[in-house]
């Protein structure tokens, strides 16, 4: 039932805002769209940047130059036209320990070995795996990011104190900061019903900074977190030792920034793909995303990964094709080289008052009304996934899900486990097993059986089961051994031929049969090769 209200979910916000399916063809009106798509995620990205760069420990050109080349590379090679990458917090948050530690180059040489991880997994399909994802913990992340975007716009609600301290706001500034917000807000709600020729959020960002700028309104801007104003940005070898002992430090860094990147980006993957109406395309994001992470290394970026919150902006203003993504990324290096003095001018009541409006679009309120009607586990899953994301990170929580998930998957069908006896005419007592046998299961299976009471000839007839790992052999191992001790006869029915070779000597209790079913075990080596724990 959780499939279901994801699609429904993507589908209300496709249908509400952009139309079913991805533009046929570049015609004048989809070039104009994609655009000015593409500036209204370059002025969102720009205090995201910056602010992650703050995170970081770095200075914030560094986390703007991840956004441009980050951005520009996928836009040009990701697996998923429409989506934005950049710098997140994800990875920023990772990033300050070795910062503080080691110095910005060694992070450099970090997010550089980051790509090259990436691209192994996408030349090694790994991104296929994020199938093994369940749909609550698809549910949990999409509302766990939507919850971690919100806590992140309550940082622009403070201001500098007399002491040099983060105070929130109060009184006057607190009301027009609010307001401006409201406005921004209403703005983007009432522009569709107007006109879609424009894309609501970036009307709401002109028009508030317009009324801003005229009036002179005293409120918090861009230019109040940093400066943007920059030049291109040069290529460097990071300058770090090239020793074992640096890998030693940069590995471990590596590989959980390129772990955190990939499920990040896969995920969001997925979430475009179901507004989108598109699939696959998760190996060629992997790929796309290390290429981005290895270049950007050399340029003096801190690397990145899709950005959920700029994703949604671009779809629901209308970005579709990869112009949208290309044009963000271009239009980013344009406020750095040309703009910035403008840029700065745009007070960040308007951006976030957009980031609101992608809370409110991304968070799958339906969740909340199917809690009551979905399986206990997968409504416990969808809200640990939740809490987990807001509490610590993203990877955890998705790694977190799938384990609970698995675990209550084994434990429902190790419960399966059953059979229906019956005695043949001759004497004969068999066992139809019922239900799959494997590690969670095998206890249940030694139970059904009464080595010390049943009749010389037993019969286990396995039609309605399936044998699918090491465990399960073993099991029968241990069955055949304590008929053989009791001096009676088993007999092993219906087993595939896989399980003929992997069986060591109850393998010589089987009765091949015409209709013997045909599947592979998942087994470890030493299975194969009939060495068993037990010493049979």
């Known amino acids: 039932m959780v499939k279901p209200t994801l699609a429904a979910f993507a589908e209300r916000i496709s249908n509400s805002k952009l139309g079913n399916s991805a533009p046929s063809g570049f015609t004048p009106s989809v070039i104009k769209t994609e655009i000015l798509s593409g500036l209204t995620v370059a002025l969102a990205l720009v205090p995201e940047a910056v602010a992650f760069a703050f995170v970081a420990g770095v200075h914030p050109l560094v986390g703007l130059y991840a956004a441009f080349i980050v951005g520009f590379i996928t836009a040009i090679m990701g697996g998923r036209p429409g989506m934005i990458s950049g710098a997140t917090g994800a990875l920023a948050v990772v990033m300050v320990a070795l910062v503080a530690q080691h110095g910005v180059q060694y992070l450099f040489a970090t997010v550089v070995l980051m790509g090259i991880l990436q691209?192994?997994?996408?030349?090694?399909?790994?991104?296929?795996?994020?199938?093994?994802?369940?749909?609550?913990?698809?549910?949990?992340?999409?509302?766990?990011?939507a919850i971690v975007i919100f806590l992140a716009q309550m940082s622009q609600f403070q201001i500098t104190g007399a002491d040099g301290a983060?105070?929130?706001?109060?009184?006057?500034?607190?009301?027009?900061?609010?307001?401006?917000?409201?406005?921004?807000?209403?703005?983007?709600?009432?522009?569709?019903?107007?006109?879609?020729?424009?894309?609501?959020?970036?009307?709401?960002?002109?028009?508030?900074?317009?009324?801003?700028?005229?009036?002179?309104?005293?409120?918090?801007?861009?230019?109040?977190?940093?400066?943007?104003?920059?030049?291109?940005?040069?290529?460097?070898?990071?300058?770090?030792?090239?020793?074992?002992?640096?890998?030693?430090?940069?590995?471990?860094?590596?590989?959980?920034?390129?772990?955190?990147?990939?499920?990040?980006?896969?995920?969001?993957?997925?979430?475009?793909?179901?507004?989108?109406?598109?699939?696959?395309?998760?190996?060629?994001?992997?790929?796309?995303?290390?290429?981005?992470?290895?270049?950007?290394?050399?340029?003096?970026?801190?690397?990145?990964?899709?950005?959920?919150?700029?994703?949604?902006?671009?779809?629901?203003?209308?970005?579709?094709?990869?112009l949208s993504g290309i044009s963000a990324a271009l239009f980013l290096l344009v406020f750095i080289l040309f703009a910035s003095g403008l840029i700065e001018q745009i007070p960040l009541a308007a951006l976030v008052g957009v980031m609101f409006m992608v809370v409110i679009g991304t968070f799958a309120w339906q969740s909340i009304k199917i809690l009551r009607m979905i399986p206990l586990t997968d409504a416990f899953v969808m809200l640990l996934v939740t809490a987990v994301t807001v509490y610590e990170d993203l990877a955890v929580a998705v790694v977190v899900g799938v384990i609970v998930s698995a675990l209550a998957y084994s434990w429902q069908n190790a419960k399966r486990i059953h059979a229906n006896v019956h005695t043949t005419p001759e004497g004969a007592k068999v066992y139809a097993i019922e239900g799959p046998l494997f590690f969670g299961s095998t206890e249940g299976f030694a139970e059904v059986f009464n080595p010390e009471e049943d009749p010389k000839l037993v019969i286990v007839d396995f039609m309605n089961s399936r044998i699918a790992d090491q465990s399960a052999l073993q099991a029968i191992e241990d069955l055949a051994g304590k008929y053989e001790a009791q001096g009676k006869e088993i007999q092993l029915r219906h087993l595939s031929r896989d399980?003929?070779?992997?069986?060591?000597?109850?393998?010589?209790?089987?009765?091949?049969?015409?209709?013997?079913?045909?599947?592979?075990?998942?087994?470890?080596?030493?299975?194969?090769?009939?060495?068993?724990?037990g010493g049979h």
Request: proline share 5%; with cysteine.
């Open 119 to 145: 691209i192994l997994a996408g030349v090694f399909h790994l991104g296929k795996f994020i199938r093994l994802v369940p749909h609550p913990v698809m549910l949990g992340f999409v509302n766990g990011l």
């Open 499 to 533: 399980c003929h070779k992997l069986l060591n000597k109850a393998g010589q209790l089987m009765v091949d049969s015409d209709d013997d079913p045909d599947y592979g075990i998942a087994v470890e080596y030493e299975v194969r090769t009939g060495q068993f724990g």
């Open 166 to 322: 983060k105070v929130w706001m109060s009184g006057w500034p607190l009301i027009v900061m609010l307001a401006l917000v409201a406005a921004t807000m209403m703005i983007i709600w009432v522009m569709p019903r107007i006109t879609a020729a424009f894309p609501a959020p970036l009307a709401g960002i002109g028009l508030v900074a317009a009324v801003v700028i005229i009036f002179g309104i005293d409120v918090p801007r861009v230019g109040d977190l940093a400066s943007i104003k920059g030049g291109l940005p040069d290529f460097a070898i990071p300058m770090v030792p090239m020793s074992l002992e640096t890998f030693k430090i940069i590995l471990p860094y590596a590989v959980i920034l390129a772990a955190i990147g990939l499920i990040e980006s896969l995920l969001t993957l997925n979430l475009v793909g179901e507004i989108t109406g598109e699939k696959g395309g998760a190996s060629k994001e992997c790929v796309a995303q290390g290429v981005a992470n290895t270049v950007t290394g050399f340029f003096g970026g801190m690397g990145g990964c899709a950005m959920i919150g700029q994703s949604m902006i671009n779809v629901k203003s209308g970005g579709r094709t990869r």
